[in-house]
């Protein structure tokens, strides 16, 4: 009986701190210590970008980076010459730290606009791709009309089309899935026009959080005007929020797939995707120049909204010591009263609930069409194999 009356709350207590209490890990900052946080990337562009990855001093004294407390950090391009090869003046950094499971919040006051060349991308990487596992969080090209969230993974790892507010573009992570372009990976289309680029910053920014924990990977999307408010107080508890706009979760051992990613944002032009002829030629771009790398080249005016201004880059980790304590209390309890072992504690996932995917049928977004992408291909054959290539120089 005295087991029993300690085991109780105990057990109620652990229900509660289990509904994933997260608390700061790693703030970004807004000044320029936020750099000393990432590596610059300074080799040629796995995508094949009409680019120029330069290194922190010359990004620095290019005018191309900045930060201090009031004004955030600024990561843009050079938009005042004209290029030449390798191409235009831009950065891409990759944290220093890698994670595994989190929340991750990213607060934008700004994001590279809709500009035909451009193709940003905020996501995370892991080294041995696809084996570590690949979260893109925030992607896009040329005047694309809503955020694409997808995954990147090794085989067995694939998606239900629920539990989220996007569009299901294709269902397997698996980067070489039957049936789905190369390296298309499981992807989700926001479908809301504030979710990127101009449509973005004329909402006054946003938040970006991910979550990602054994049994998911979701992403929310606030513009400026709807941050929720413990985002905001430095307490977030993703329950709150609603439904994503991407829920990552069904026929696929999260911990098995992702681990120890780092964070990555760069900002490339043309390459693969975004410069693909048939990508290029799509919308208005095309009328502005033959070729996607002539238009980067030589207009270099377009590109001075071509940046991100990040007021809050924040790490959260679940509190795990508080359910550590507690659960090793129920343990030992249990094992007094009742002679059993000590618990699994390992959420069982969502078992194998492998919904068919359907195809989106939208046809509102005109670089991002359901089903294989002619550019899809080529862009994650190259995009992958640079990633590693980078990472071992990071
Ligand atoms: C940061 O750089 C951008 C682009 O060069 C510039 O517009 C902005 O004023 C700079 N901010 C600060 C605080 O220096």
Redesign the pocket.
Known sequence: MHVLSTLLPAVGLLAQLSAAKYSLKDDYGSTDSFFDKFNFFTDSDPTNGYVSYVDRDTASSG??????S??GV?I?VD?SNTASKPGRQSVRLESTTTYTHGLVILDLAHMPGSVCGTWPAFWMLGSDWPNNGEIDIIEGVNGQSSNQMTLHTSSGCSISNSGFTGTLETADCYVDASGQSANAGCAIDNGNTQSFGSGFNDAGGGVYATEWTGSAINVWHFPSYSVPSDISSGNPVPSNWGTPAARFAGSCDINSHFKDLQIVFDITFCGDWAGDSSVWGQGSCASKADTCDSYVQNNPSAFEDT?WSVKSLKVYQESSQLDIDVGINIDVDLDLGHGKGHGDKSKSGKSGQSKSSKQSTRDTAPYVRPGPRPSTKHRRDHYRRGHGHGHVHA
């Not at 005018?63 to 201090?68: E, R």
């Open positions: 005018g191309l980076i900045n930060a201090s009031s004004n600024y843009g938009h940046y």
